[in-house]
């Protein structure tokens, strides 16, 4: 893995050192936590920078045979640390192979492997180099420009607040609004979301009415931060025409403790996300919609460790025809915000591509995302992309990631991306130009995501 990794030719080699390398960074959709951001500690050791969250590492632990208390109990560090090197070398062909020994790489200056036989030295030098490293001094040498993380819109947002008041940090931190907890009606805690929703806003939510009003005001507070983007994390898209007496009808039965049927919680999502959209579209915000996921699928360990925690499955492509009828519905009435879709399944790549074709521009196909950020997942989306939607438009990566040292998967996407490129202008089948390839490896790798974003 030298400086040419995955870079198997001429053309690759020159578009990811002259273009690609140099190009900031917009993880327009991550999972950090701008606490640790704006208190700016260094990690206490590489288990701590690496493992904790990392539902990733976590799956792959467990599928290794490793015991739950070495992944989430209450093992050392360092214990859990040497687990996870012992996993390494059966994962080869895992993306986690590879953005593991980028992360040594560029982060510790540490080139050798990551086994049994290296891990004490690896645990050292890594351990001391942290002490160096603050969280934010890792975004810094990464090349982050700018971030949006994941907040509910109940979020106080004191630590973006904060932020955005220290002018010694250029990185720009903004809250993406994700209104999961409000759309989940079916949720035994929606109850208690609810008012917690209306302490927040400062309204007394007892209609469907006042839910909308307390999560438009909360929308204002966002943008004051410089909100860009929504988010929604959805296992499966409600197929209902928008009626806000059904919704409302469906709201009051569930607050006064009545379970809803599956028609009910869709009528009230349904009137919901119409009402989202819509405010997205009148203040120019990007919704992203994420799903397809099984989530929590292994219901014993979700009962003992909680959400994310990697017993999530990949879902089918069910979605397709639900999500077309709600842009549809959006388009006709002129309130169609611009839309990012992901699916967790590559499957759902083609449908998706023609879904976007149908809405010119405005909705964009994501980036391959959490099962699909391999290398043949990625290869795969953007041959799929590139035969159906003009590639010159894709806005490129994100991390999706909890971890401050995943900004090395940009730069694994940005290998992948120009030998792909590479590959087709040694078949003959792409043009040999250097002004060409070179400004459309800048615009995925930055300036469409900058462009897109409003950045």
Known sequence: MDKDFLLHNKTAIQLFHEVAKQQPIIDYHCHISPQEIRENQCFDNITQAW?????????????????????????????????YASCMPKLIGNPLYHWTHLELSTYFEIDEPLTDKTAA???????????????????EMSGVQAICTTDDPADSLQWHKEIAMDKTFAIKVLP?????????????DFTEYVEMLSKSAKIDIRTFAELKKALSHRMDVFEALGCRASDHGMTRIPDEKPDEIKADAAMQKR?????????????????????????????????????????????KMYERLGPDRGFDNMGT????????????????????????????????????????????NLVQQGSAWWFNDS?????????????????????????????FLSYTR????????????????EKGELTNDNEILSNLVQGICYENAARYFNL
Request: charged share 30%.
């Open 121 to 139: 030295m690896i645990w050292e030098k890594a351990n001391e180099r942290l002490k160096k490293l603050p969280r934010r001094k890792i975004m």
């Open 176 to 188: 993406a609004y994700r209104p999961d907890r409000a759309l989940a009606i079916e949720k035994p």
């Open 51 to 83: 493992l904790y969250g990392d539902h990733y590492k976590w799956r792959a632990m467990r599928a290794c045979g490793i015991s739950e208390e070495l992944i989430t109990g209450d093992r050392s560090d360092e214990d859990k640390f040497f687990a």
């Open 255 to 299: 607050l006064s403790g009545i379970i809803l049927t599956a028609k009910e919680e869709d009528e009230f999502r349904a009137a919901l996300l119409y009402h989202l959209a819509k405010e997205y579209s009148q203040r120019s915000w990007v919704m992203e919609i994420h799903f397809g996921v099984l989530r929590n699928t292994n219901s």
């Open 410 to 425: 940009h730069e694994y996407f940005r290998r992948i991306l120009c030998n792909w490129i590479g590959g087709e202008v």
């Open 375 to 403: 290398i043949n997942g990625m290869r795969e989306q953007l041959t799929t992309y590139a035969s159906m939607l003009p590639i010159g438009e894709f806005i490129g990566f994100l991390t999706d990631s909890r971890s």
């Open 317 to 360: 492509g069910e979605n397709i025809p639900a999500l077309t009828r709600f842009l549809d519905r959006l388009y006709q009435d002129d309130i169609l915000p611009r839309t990012l879709l992901f699916s967790v399944n590559p499957r759902d790549n083609a449908p998706l591509c023609t879904l976007c074709g149908a809405f010119g």
